[in-house]
């Protein structure tokens, strides 16, 4: 496990608010797959929504993406898989894959049926994952993980946001991880977000079946590269310094003037970042600057897999300093960082206002993000301009749908899951989601 800590700073002062400095701190966390240890087999459960809204093509893609997920799996693994609708079909207990003599078969004769007994399916995939943890043994650094994919809300069975949430938070607190994947624009994307972040997995969002595929092939990558387990980061600020904004989306608790947050596992193909803006007010800047002492500390934290086997608890502490001078002092990667964080916000403020039926309001939220990338000096840096100009371009796309009212919730979805991807560092889903000119 390795962390790089990026710091820089910029005054500010009326009217934009008290004067003082503002310090920038971009935490970049990176995991590596044990070069020569024996990987720990893991134990999954897909939980498909069969209801009859996943008719054609949205079942049949379903059906493909989860059967190339199994064929991934190692012959030791542990896999189950249950389908839905207002009843809870269990295709295949939870078993290893080398057992499973018919499951690609059972998975490609799934059909159609009624409604959405969402929390049913959920439930079982916990209890096969329970089960599975007889079947993995004593193995440390093994996982267990259930895979929801839906269309649709809630409709029968347990229906109650809050409820759900907590269930997917208790299964975490015995080794359960959960991973939600929603499927165009009828499904609820505040739950499963929430179930996701309660859970410890991941969100995601299929748009166009044909993307499900690639969305599950890189749930599977990243829990095939499991480096860290139960990583967290804390910060504590001295005791003039407040937190000025907080840009990474993880789950977050704070007690005083110490904010921890929770990244869940940490995989050898995704580094997982962490961004806040802190303020140091004009009348504490000699005296944090003559002290030399940082402003704030951070502390990583995570079970790390070793080579070899087993698993040890470490832990790296890094102080964030800064010069404090009144005059700027940016690093190109955190400007970057913090420009992709902005447009990640406006993306959610964008959806919030259309849900609301502002859709004149999203449009311009929209057009002036756009403005402000194209206008940033980096889009001629040859290390970020590209992707700061993509931004520009797509948000600006956006901003013209919402201009000739040609939307609808998918736009909204669209853009919750592209700020997902901001603030948690998966830029490679931008990929998957990516719509034509």
């Given at each position: 496990m390795d962390a790089v800590l990026l710091v820089d700073h910029q005054p500010i002062a009326p009217p934009a608010g008290p004067a003082g400095v503002v310090v920038r701190a971009l935490l970049t966390i990176s995991g590596q797959v044990p070069a020569h240890r024996q990987r720990t087999p893991l134990a999954l459960s897909l939980v498909l929504d069969r209801s009859g809204s996943m008719s054609g093509d949205r079942l049949d893609a379903a059906k493909a993406a989860s059967i190339s997920a199994v064929e991934r799996l190692h012959p030791d693994d542990v896999v189950s898989v249950i389908a839905f609708d207002d009843q809870v079909n269990v295709v295949a207990p939870p078993a290893p894959r080398v057992r499973q003599f018919q499951l690609v078969q059972q998975l490609s004769d799934l059909d159609s049926g009624g409604s959405t007994n969402l929390s049913g399916g959920w439930l079982r995939g916990r209890q096969h994952m329970e089960q599975a943890h007889g079947m993995l043994g004593s193995l440390e650094g093994s996982s267990r993980r259930i895979v929801l994919l839906t269309d649709g809300h809630a409709n029968a069975g347990i229906v109650d946001p809050a409820t759900l949430v907590e269930l997917a938070r208790t299964a975490r607190a015995i080794g359960i991880t959960t991973t939600t994947i929603g499927v165009g624009e009828g499904y609820d994307d505040d739950l499963l977000r929430a179930m996701a972040d309660a859970g410890g997995g991941n969100s995601w969002y299929v748009e166009r079946?044909?993307?499900?595929?690639?969305?599950?092939?890189?749930?599977?990558?990243?829990?095939l590269s499991v480096s860290a387990q139960g990583l967290s980061v804390?910060?504590?600020?001295?005791?003039?310094?407040?937190?000025?904004?907080?840009?990474?989306?993880?789950?977050?608790?704070?007690?005083?003037?110490t904010f921890t947050f929770d990244l869940g596992d940490l995989y050898a193909s995704e580094p997982k970042p962490v961004l806040v803006e802190l303020f140091v007010p004009a009348d504490r800047l000699d005296a944090l600057a003559t002290s030399g002492a940082p402003i704030a500390t951070l502390v990583v934290q995570a079970?790390?897999?070793?080579?070899?086997?087993?698993?040890?608890?470490?832990?790296m502490t890094l102080g964030v300093a800064a010069s404090l001078e009144t005059q700027s002092s940016l690093v190109p990667a955190v400007e970057h960082a913090v420009l992709l964080a902005r447009a990640a916000k406006a993306r959610e403020e964008a959806a919030r206002r259309q849900r609301e039926g502002d859709a004149d309001g999203a449009q311009a939220v929209m057009h002036v993000m756009s403005v402000s990338l194209q206008s940033s000096a980096l889009v001629n840096d040859p290390d970020f301009g590209d992707e700061l100009q993509a931004q520009a371009q797509d948000l600006q796309g956006l901003a013209e749908r919402y201009e000739s009212r040609a939307f609808s919730e998918v736009e909204a979805k669209y853009q919750m899951q592209r700020s997902y991807n901001a603030r948690r560092g998966k830029k490679r889903n931008d990929g998957t989601l990516r719509r034509e000119p």
């Open positions: 079946p044909d993307q499900a595929q690639d969305v599950l092939a890189e749930e599977m990558g990243n829990l804390s910060l504590t600020l001295e005791d003039s310094v407040a937190m000025f904004a907080t840009h990474s989306s993880w789950p977050a608790t704070s007690v005083g003037n079970d790390v897999l070793l080579d070899g086997g087993g698993v040890e608890h470490r832990s």
